[in-house]
């Protein structure tokens, strides 16, 4: 038995509009970043799912090229995390407000 | 040609890849070359970066006139590509000028800086030529992330930090949108290639979800280049990144990303252009507008320039907003006067950048009220950084004259004269708060006496790039001759 390829994508829309409400609302710097982690994984599933529909692998091929980013993203964007909230005490966004208009 | 033989003889055009391998073994060098120099030479990275992207300004040059693709039509070698390769190597020659100084004194990890540099550079060289969904994403990942490490280099300055932290959480959100959209374009049409896409989603137009990936890529690539509303991060991080990073993002990142919004609205959806024009006609008119109008309240001179450049990058989405496949001799003008605007703007803004640096370079200030009576401390100076703002402004004797002129007269050719009248009303603007800087510096009296001296390195770099400027005033005929309908 087979799941049908809308069901997949409906997941993976869900789980995007997830990431994106979760990146815009909350103010711990990680956890921002653990949402935005989340919309690249729907677009794999997305990317994943039309490669089997379309019966060719170029989709699956580039959802190797987004892991690899995503795993770059997640070491710069920790280091300086780090760095901030070593010097702060926090990882707050609405505490990092030094620079404005 | 059967799979087995493709694998062991894959027919790979490695000329038409050579500047992007050059670039990519020279920063390899410099990284491997930083781990064997003594601290109080490690400034030799520089040298040996300016040879790398020597040696890639020769392979751009050796391909000079050439059309090819290789690797199945990923990469694509025109006189656009071409062009924009060439234009990232000289943006990098002048980085390296202005960053010389500034990371040798400071003692930031020379090595690692002049290493991330060039491999943010290769993205944008990679970029140019780039012709397929997933080439085009990895060079745009390959200009951001290092150049985030770049923003956050120093690392007990609170400033930088907050600076990357910004820039890193934007981009990275820009990216995850991007992609959505590209996912969803790759559903629709069943292939990542520009050409491909372009023939299969002519025949779905109206489907909402063509409109609806379009406008996700569009989002993406919008924060990529500061346009409004999606501009937030960049004044606060150029503020508080070092001024030669922040000069590279102004330039070489901005237009990057210009490359790929290119590549994608005349190659890849140009038919269904009716419905995404008016998209860009909005962005276009409120970057132009709202970068002008906080432009005018600035008191600080990177932000100045910050607001500036985003003003700036709405005169080139003017371009993108006139994209019509029916009528092709409008579009061919849409295309070349962007190009022209592009390589004039990458010259002008990085000119005014290197006169901040040099005058903070001494005085340690990036205040505006600290240029008054430039001209009496230092002559060189104020008439270099007057020249490059009156070529932002827009106003003879400089090549950014002619920039504003030729999307005036695209924007009037395809007869959308609303849009070349927001253009003019906000060069007007523009001319007041560049005016005023000039005004500042050759008119008002200093409050200190005391003489500016500038590194030869950088005045240099600065008057050779104020010549060329006005050399292309007088002779537009350089520029044009770069500006290609290759691309479409």
């Not at chain 1, 949402?35 to 692998?57: K, P, Q």
């Not at chain 2, 990232?88 to 010389?100: N, P």
């Not at chain 2, 993406?220 to 070092?242: C, L, M, N, Q, R």
């Not at chain 2, 240099?460 to 770069?482: D, K, N, Q, R």
Request: hydrophobic share 60%; net charge neutral.
């Amino acid at each position: 038995m087979s799941v049908p390829p809308g069901y997949y994508l409906a997941l993976a829309g869900l789980m995007f509009s997830v990431g994106v409400v979760g990146a815009l609302t909350r103010r711990n710097a990680i956890v921002i970043f653990m949402f935005i982690e989340l919309m690249l994984n729907a677009i794999n599933l997305i990317f994943v799912t039309f490669s089997r529909m379309w019966g060719h692998v170029d989709g699956q091929i580039l959802v190797f090229f987004v892991l690899v980013v995503a795993a770059a993203e997640v070491v710069v964007g920790l280091a300086i995390i780090l760095v901030i909230s070593r010097r702060r005490g926090t990882a707050n966004v609405d505490d990092v407000s030094l620079l404005k208009w | 040609m059967d799979l087995a033989q493709a694998i062991a003889q894959p027919s790979v055009d490695w000329h038409a890849l050579s500047p992007d391998i050059v670039l990519a073994a020279a920063a390899c060098m410099v990284l491997i070359a930083d781990l064997f120099l003594p601290e109080e030479s490690k400034w030799l990275a520089m040298p040996l970066s300016a040879a790398g992207i020597l040696g890639t300004l020769a392979a751009v040059v050796s391909l000079a006139g050439e059309h090819r693709t290789t690797l199945g039509g990923a990469v694509e070698i025109d006189t656009f590509a071409l062009v924009f390769k060439g234009l990232f190597c000289v943006i990098g020659l002048i980085v390296l000028a202005m960053s010389f100084g500034y990371f040798r004194s400071g003692r930031y990890y020379q090595g690692e800086y002049y290493f991330l540099m060039l491999c943010s550079l290769l993205g944008g060289v990679v970029i140019s030529s780039a012709r397929e969904l997933v080439t085009l994403f990895i060079a745009l990942e390959l200009i951001s992330i290092p150049a985030i490490i770049m923003t956050a280099l120093r690392k007990a300055d609170v400033k930088s930090n907050e600076a990357a932290l910004k820039f890193f959480l934007f981009s990275v959100l820009s990216t995850a949108v991007m992609l959505y959209g590209m996912s969803l374009v790759y559903g629709i049409t069943g292939s990542t290639k520009l050409d491909e896409i372009r023939s299969s989603i002519a025949s779905s137009a109206d489907e909402p979800l063509v409109v609806l990936s379009v406008i996700f890529v569009v989002i993406g690539f919008a924060f990529k280049i500061s346009a409004v509303p999606f501009h937030f991060w960049a004044p606060d991080t150029y503020e508080g990144a070092p001024s030669p990073v922040a000069a590279f993002l102004s330039t070489a990142s901005k237009i990057g990303g210009f490359v790929g919004l290119l590549v994608l609205m005349f190659r890849a959806f140009p038919e269904v252009a009716d419905t995404w024009r008016p998209a860009f006609a909005v962005l276009a008119t409120l970057t132009m507008t709202v970068g002008n109008l906080i432009a005018l309240r600035q008191q600080h001179i990177i932000r100045l320039l910050a607001y500036s450049g985003i003003a700036q990058s709405g005169y080139v989405l003017v371009t993108l907003a006139l994209i019509d496949p029916s009528r092709p001799e409008a579009n061919a003008q849409a295309l070349e006067s962007a190009i022209v605007y592009l390589v004039i703007y990458g010259i002008m803004d990085l000119g005014a950048f290197a006169a901040a640096v040099a005058f903070a370079r001494k005085t340690g200030t990036y205040f505006l009220s600290d240029y008054a009576g430039l001209w009496r401390r230092s002559p060189v100076l104020a008439t270099l950084m007057a020249g490059f703002l009156l070529s932002l402004a827009g106003t003879p004797p400089m090549a950014g004259a002619w920039a504003k002129l030729f999307v005036f007269a695209a924007a009037i050719n395809s007869e959308v004269y609303w849009l070349a009248a927001v253009m003019g009303v906000n060069a007007v603007i523009a001319a007041w708060y560049y005016l005023a800087v000039v005004k500042r510096m050759f008119l008002d009296s200093p409050e200190v006496d005391e003489p500016i001296e500038v590194p030869y390195l950088l005045r240099a770099t600065m008057g050779v790039a104020a010549f060329a400027l006005l050399a292309v005033f007088i002779y537009p005929a350089f520029i044009t001759s770069l500006a290609d309908r290759s691309l479409l």
